[in-house]
């Protein structure tokens, strides 16, 4: 009898994840023989890893809502064959309503559509960890290890084992039949002779953000001025850090509502002022109230979540057959698409199409749709003029019907006669839905809510209400002609709007409803059109510079009241945001750092420089050995979007892997020993690195249950070792 070896590398949420479903397999398997599990985590924190830490400091938020974090396979997962006890596969708005019940700890008491903090959800991470694992110590003949250790390296075993993994701790290298490789987040060396190596030269350059705990009164101290690259999640994680997280508070200017502005009062150990910048010179948006959120369990979030009438995986396969670009990756042949020509036209129209649903009413959408039908099925056909071209012939129509539509809405407002036209308009839900949409239900804000103001600031004119493409993209105007202090104060300006149409949700309001919709309801569509090479070499690279920030501005910012923050910090004089989009970073004969806005001419000077954005996985730059051991062992290769010449192909850095998320090898061959999931993936396949979602068919959950089905087989069957 032999025992079976299964490394798992990665204890944070991948791995809590990879044990749940052992622990729903494993006891119906009927296992030939033995089965040890050893679980790596370099942080120690097993179930959360480093980035998800339950002892990480309390003021990081997560961005998204408590009742839409899973931890384990529920009836959407198609890949389970299996499912645990429901009790044991809660959400996490369902785990703190069980902990406060337990402690009355008000930490715990938040809504399912509240954004927690992320500590919390390590907390959780943890605890389901454990309790996953409790459950495989309970099946015979399993073992499992838990071991807080950097792996190292995989050796070829011989004739042992398939590989021997080394690590950081004490003791000999772990025998391993199979290996889930889930290492998560990491950091990349600087490529030398690049920007960010000439940065990383000066001693006030701080490379990560995290851990935050490590950002402190030294690396920045009071009074100074810091630097801050990015204007993302892990920069609000920084602010909120130098400014709440040194004692500074905020206050409301009302009575708490969900429309009052914030106010921050200075601790006075914050630094002078935070100079934060990106490309975009722009925050991410603040994700809206989560009407589709409310039920806790998660089973009723996909019926509310938005059906594609447009982007559909049918319209992708059929603009590959009819435009795509042949191309023989690894295995098979790819027809790949131009994502700016092909797919983001596609993007706009369903973003209007969810918009003017939701500003007029479903049955207007409809209209909309079938005057848009004629033009978008000639799109399918041909494809092949530049996005702007496309984008105006295929919102011609739509915006033709809006015009017929907002002019009775407001002609009924008026008190007008109707127009000729009148009874198909009557017969929809127009006027109501633009009431509603604009001043609220009826009573929602007392008498005056059905009054001549907007409590959301809306225009009261339906004919102000027109989805301009451009202006949705790029809300701040052209970004050449404004100075610094004009781009601060449109910034503030778009921020107060953006957090009014957050509060109002993302079923009610129309910007918010088109973002969400699209960016996020369609992530499985978005994926299908992208993953695998589905996109040229040079598409696949604008994409990452363009098109992934739209999605990552528009749709997976963090919540309403870390962006209330963020713009009280603005106001106050805290956060200084003058230097604006393009912004030229250099470091000063002194040892600081000159921050210029090649849009703006405004010129910043200060003392510390911190990389406020999280760092792409990188396997040829990872500053841990494993990727560069696997490398030089040949056992995997980085994955390679063939363009028309050597110099026209793009390597992202991800792991090159099969569909099922094997490695593959240098010579090209499959290391079916050895699984990649997670961020060593990401780039070749997207999202990647979101939280587990419930009954929402989560690809996360899916990739994960393939990998335990797969292994579970070949436990029972006793063929590991082939």
């Known amino acids: 009898m032999s025992t079976h070896h299964i490394a798992i590398v990665g204890g944070g949420p991948w791995g809590t994840y990879a044990l749940e479903r052992l622990a729903a397999l494993l006891p119906h398997t009927g ?36 009742s839409q974090i899973a931890f384990a396979a529920d009836e959407s997962t198609a890949a389970a064959s299996r499912l645990l006890p429901k009790g044991l596969r809660p959400t996490f708005a369902e785990w703190t309503r069980d902990a406060f019940a337990l402690t009355g700890e008000a930490q715990y008491d938040i809504r399912p559509t509240d954004t927690p903090r992320r500590y919390l959800h390590g907390h959780a991470l943890r605890d389901m960890f454990h309790r996953y694992a409790a459950l495989l110590r309970a099946v015979p003949g399993v073992t499992v290890d838990l071991l807080a250790a950097e792996v190292t390296d995989l050796e070829p075993g ?11 701790a004490d003791g000999p290298p772990v025998r391993a039949d199979h290996v889930l490789l889930v290492t998560g987040h990491s950091r990349n060396h600087p490529v030398p002779g690049s920007s960010t190596a000439l940065l990383a030269a000066n001693a006030r350059y701080i490379r990560s953000a995290y851990p935050l705990a490590d950002i402190n009164l030294d690396t920045a101290p009071p009074g100074s001025s810091v630097g801050v690259l990015g204007l993302g999640l892990t920069s609000v994680d920084l602010l909120m850090h130098l400014t709440e997280g040194r004692g500074g508070e905020f206050a409301t200017t009302g009575g708490g509502g969900p429309l009052d502005d914030l106010v921050y009062r200075p601790s006075g150990r914050e630094p002078a ?8 010179g722009m925050f991410t948006w603040a994700r809206a109230e989560n009407a589709k959120a409310a039920d806790e369990t998660g089973r009723s979030h996909a019926g509310l979540e938005h059906s594609a009438r447009f982007l559909i995986p049918d319209a992708i396969a059929t603009l590959r057959l009819r435009a795509g670009t042949p191309r023989h990756l690894r295995d098979a042949e790819v027809r790949q698409l131009d994502f700016e020509r092909h797919i983001f036209p596609l993007v706009v129209l369903e973003m209007a199409y969810v918009y003017y649903s939701t500003l007029f009413g479903a049955a207007t ?13 000639r799109f399918l056909q041909d494809a092949d003029d530049t996005a702007h071209a496309a984008i105006a012939q295929l919102m011609e129509p739509v915006q033709r019907e809006f015009e017929r539509v907002a002019e009775y809405v407001a002609g009924s407002a008026a008190g007008l006669p109707a127009t000729a036209d009148a009874d198909c308009y009557a017969r929809t839900d127009a006027v109501e839905a633009f009431r509603c949409t ?7 804000f007392g008498e005056s809510g059905r009054g001549g103001r907007s409590p959301w ?36 300006d778009h921020m107060r709007r953006d957090c009014r149409a957050a509060a109002q949700g993302n079923l009610r ?3 918010k409803a088109a973002c969400d919709g699209v960016w996020r309801d369609l992530r499985s569509t978005f994926s299908a059109a992208i993953d695998f090479g589905g996109l040229t070499a040079a598409s696949h690279r604008s994409f990452l510079t363009k098109h992934l920030r739209y999605y990552t501005r528009m749709s997976n910012g963090t919540g309403m009241e870390a962006m209330k923050k963020v713009l009280a910090l603005i106001e106050a004089g805290v956060v200084d945001v003058t230097v604006g989009p393009a912004p030229v970073v250099e470091p000063t004969p002194d040892g600081g750092f000159l921050l210029r806005g090649t849009k703006t001419g405004a010129e910043r000077t200060v ?8 760092h792409a996985f990188d396997a040829h730059h990872d500053v841990r050995p494993l990727y560069a051991n696997l490398l030089r062992r040949n056992l995997v290769r980085t994955w390679r979007n063939t363009g028309d010449t050597p110099d026209e192909d793009f390597v992202p850095g991800a792991i090159d892997v099969t569909r099922d998320f094997r490695a593959v090898r240098a010579d090209g061959t499959v290391e079916s020993r050895i699984t990649v999931l997670g961020a060593p993936v990401e780039r070749l396949c997207f999202f990647q690195l979101s939280a587990a979602r419930p009954y929402a068919g989560s690809s996360v959950l899916n990739n994960i249950a393939m990998w335990a089905e797969d292994l579970a087989a070949r436990l029972k069957d006793d063929d590991i070792h082939d």
């Open 31 to 66: 296992l030939a023989d033995p089965v040890h599990v050893t679980v790596f985590e370099q942080s120690g924190r097993f179930g959360a890893g480093a980035t998800h830490s339950d002892d990480q400091v309390p003021t990081s938020y997560l961005n998204r809502v408590a």
């Open 273 to 280: 002022v935070i100079v934060p910048v990106s490309p975009s």
């Open 607 to 614: 003392d510390h420089l911190i990389e406020g954005k999280g």
């Open 509 to 511: 309001n129309p910007a």
């Open 438 to 444: 604009v001043f609220g239900e009826p009573g929602e």
């Open 457 to 492: 600031g809306h225009p009261t004119d339906p004919r102000d209400h027109a989805f301009v493409w451009e202006e949705f993209f790029e809300p701040l105007g052209p970004k050449d002609t404004k100075d610094g202090d004009a781009w601060q104060r449109g910034l503030i």
């Open 158 to 168: 011989g004739d042992h084992a398939a590989f021997l993994v080394h690590h950081s």
């Open 365 to 377: 959408g409809a209209l909309l749709a079938r005057a848009a039908e004629p033009r978008y099925r």
